[in-house]
């Protein structure tokens, strides 16, 4: 690992020397700058009320705050506080859609349709609404209402909790920590972290695990299922990611944030033949739409939407000088964009009420009026394209990397019988013979203080020698994209052997991007698949799988981390560690919650560190399901290196279309 650069990204080194040369500061030398307030980096900073903040660090655990809080009790508050606001963006996210679902099965919003009838019908079912003798939209309608109903509901609990094995289940109502409601759970937390409410550290970590499973089986869950429903339910597309998919003779159009609403009818607006011939006027041979972030995934696993990257890309993306606009809605977006795009000619557009910036243009995103707002948004990106400065355009020169991406719960069952005979059995029956070690999901964000990528490139790479399947999202599956992994020819060629054989069998790549990270939900549905499938037990807790967000840096990743453990999947998160003030606190999460829920959450910032005790963890779990022992090179160490063109009906998707 090359951990002295600030990126191991190569077109990312080339803009960042681009901006040192512009003396132009990004993320990367302001993390220099700013070291980070060592106290509450370690969750030892109560700022609950006015009478602090009190600063407990490099105290014993009983030291207390003015009010008397302990250590161990302000940690929990700020941890469960990340969770509680992680959960409400996952969540918010998805209450929009579900308000767009509901216009479609109105008729109000004309631009939109049930795309997949099928998971409708599905999710319906999930939901106990009944579909007989309802047309699409009444069904949509009625399932929008539903889901609705779980912000909010004052009685029982999240409907998706029944989607969960059995077992998980029974695990949720004797901890008390199933989810009752979106909202509740959310507001309950913040409520109880106030001062002066929940005094006992593992109670208020109780109430962080139901807030956060209230994110994973219900705003997350919710937010996929919408976006599959309305949008289509993604198989594999072939694509690009890198800084350097911006066309000098285009109008590139970046798209930037979370909600794919408003993206999915940017893609309709900018393939619009009247856009393109005034794209033309101005000069412009088209409109190249580029994604950013994990509304990038949504479109890139919907429609192969090339991507720039993901979250510490957004300011060297507008230093190629080649961005006639960004489109901006909700999360992760760099206020420091703005300023950025001072400097150039590059205009953001802010969508929404929740996200303004000062200096952005403000055309709010209304799913009533879809189509013609994303025309607006094409024609002023196009609009600004003789404004573009030639001298100032820079290219990274080096080749984007191809892509193959849109590996959903339902293309990975389906490659695995069939349309009518799809199952988990064949990948349940490799990892039984030890083909495949285990299952990890790669997760989670870019963080200036690690070098780019650098964590998420050597774990995919380790891990995929190592015989384990990579399962990615949000900007970790950024990271193998632009690296390359996302190739079968590529991630094949470094597959263990074991690994490789199931991968050639069944048609998949060692490296399946699913999505954005709201979609690690989708990771849940496989793992409850994988569970339910039979011979590795019967619960997601246990199973030899392990979840790592290694570059993490955002309070959505905290909740993402801490639904896993609920659910029962072991977690390891790089960059430091938001709750090392408290040596109770990591006894709960690497200890006690072995015993209560069959995983537990570690922090640990060296990447070798991280490999090992992933594949310890693994391991472990093979050993305690009484499965054959794992041994490396047990299936031949030949390498069968997959030629694209010969494998072309390996990536037949249920409707029979190659990539
Ligand atoms: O939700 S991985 S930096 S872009 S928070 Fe943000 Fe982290 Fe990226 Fe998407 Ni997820």
Same mark, same amino acid.
């Given at each position: 690992m090359k951990e002295n650069l600030k990126s191991v990204d190569p077109a990312a080194q080339v803009l960042l020397k681009v901006a040192g040369q512009k003396h132009i500061a990004t993320a990367f030398e302001r993390a220099e700058k700013l070291k980070p307030c060592p106290i509450g980096h370690q969750g030892a900073c109560c700022k609950m009320c006015h009478m602090g903040p009190c600063r407990l660090v490099g105290k014993e655990e009983e030291a207390e705050g003015v009010c008397g809080a302990t250590l161990p009790v302000v940690t929990a508050r700020n941890f469960a506080r990340m969770v509680a606001a992680g959960t409400a963006a996952h969540s918010d996210h998805a209450r929009d859609l579900a308000n767009t679902l509901l216009a479609v099965g109105r008729g109000e919003a004309k631009d939109f349709q049930v795309k997949d009838v099928r998971k409708l019908n599905r999710v319906a079912g999930y939901l106990g609404v009944n579909v007989e003798g309802k047309t699409v939209n009444q069904v949509a309608e009625e399932v929008a209402l539903r889901f609705l109903e779980q912000f909010g509901q004052q009685k029982g609990e999240l409907a998706y909790n029944a989607r969960a094995p059995k077992k998980r289940q029974e695990i949720w109502k004797k901890l008390g920590i199933a989810p009752r409601a979106i909202d509740r759970e959310c507001v309950e937390m913040l409520h109880r972290t106030t001062m002066g409410v929940d005094q006992e550290m593992e109670n208020i970590m109780k109430g962080a695990l139901r807030a956060a499973l209230a994110d994973g089986w219900g705003g997350s869950m919710m937010g996929t299922d919408i976006s599959d429903i309305l949008f289509g339910t993604p198989k594999p597309v072939r694509t690009k990611a890198s800084l350097d998919v911006f066309l000098e003779d285009h109008v590139n159009l970046v798209v930037h944030g979370h909600e794919p609403s408003f993206a999915e009818m940017l893609v309709v607006a900018s393939e619009d033949k009247e856009i393109e011939a005034y794209a033309k006027s101005k000069g412009a041979k088209g409109v190249k739409l580029i994604g950013m972030c994990c509304t990038a995934n949504e479109i890139l696993v919907r429609h192969g939407i090339a991507t720039a990257g993901g979250f510490l890309q957004q300011e060297l993306g507008l230093l190629?000088?080649? @961005?006639?606009a960004m489109v901006v809605d909700v999360q992760c977006i760099m206020p420091a964009i703005g300023e950025l795009a001072k400097k150039y000619h590059t205009k953001i557009v802010t969508t929404t009420p929740k996200g303004k910036m000062k200096d952005a243009v403000h055309i709010e995103y209304d799913e009533h009026h879809a189509l013609d707002l994303a025309k607006k948004v094409v024609r002023l990106a196009i609009d600004n394209?003789?404004? #573009?400065k030639k001298e100032g355009v820079v290219h990274a020169n080096i080749k984007p990397a191809d892509v193959i991406a849109g590996f959903s719960h339902e293309y990975i069952e389906y490659m695995q019988g069939g349309e009518y005979r799809g199952s988990f059995r064949p990948l349940n029956d490799a990892i039984i013979a030890g083909r495949i070690r285990g299952v990890v999901g790669l997760a989670g964000c870019n963080n200036p203080r690690i070098s780019q990528d650098s964590m998420h490139n050597f774990l995919t790479r380790e891990l995929i020698k190592n015989d384990v399947l990579v399962v990615q999202t949000g900007c970790s599956a950024m990271a193998s994209a632009k690296a390359g992994y996302l190739t079968p020819e590529m991630a094949m060629e470094q597959a263990g052997p074991g690994l490789r054989q199931v991968c050639e069998a069944i048609g998949i790549p060692p490296t399946l991007h699913m999505g954005s990270c709201v979609d690690n939900s989708r990771i849940l549905t496989v793992a409850t698949a994988i569970a339910m499938e039979g011979g590795l037990g019967d619960d997601i807790g246990g199973l030899p799988a392990v979840g790592i967000a290694p570059e993490w840096m955002s309070e959505k990743a905290i909740a993402i981390g801490t639904y896993f453990v609920a659910s029962g999947v072991p977690i390891i998160f790089g960059a430091g560690s938001p709750v090392s003030a408290s040596k109770s606190m990591k006894e709960l999460m690497e200890k006690k919650w072995w015993e209560q829920l069959n995983a537990g959450f570690y922090f640990e910032e060296d990447p070798g560190k991280v490999l090992e005790l992933a594949l310890k963890l693994i391991d472990a779990a093979r050993e305690k399901l009484k499965i054959r022992k794992y041994e490396p090179g047990a299936f031949g160490t030949? #390498? @069968? *290196? *997959?030629d694209m063109k010969a494998r072309r009906g390996s990536f037949a998707t249920p409707h029979g279309v190659d990539v």
């Open positions: 190629t000088g080649m @961005v006639e394209f003789p404004n #573009r030949e #390498r @069968v *290196l *997959l």
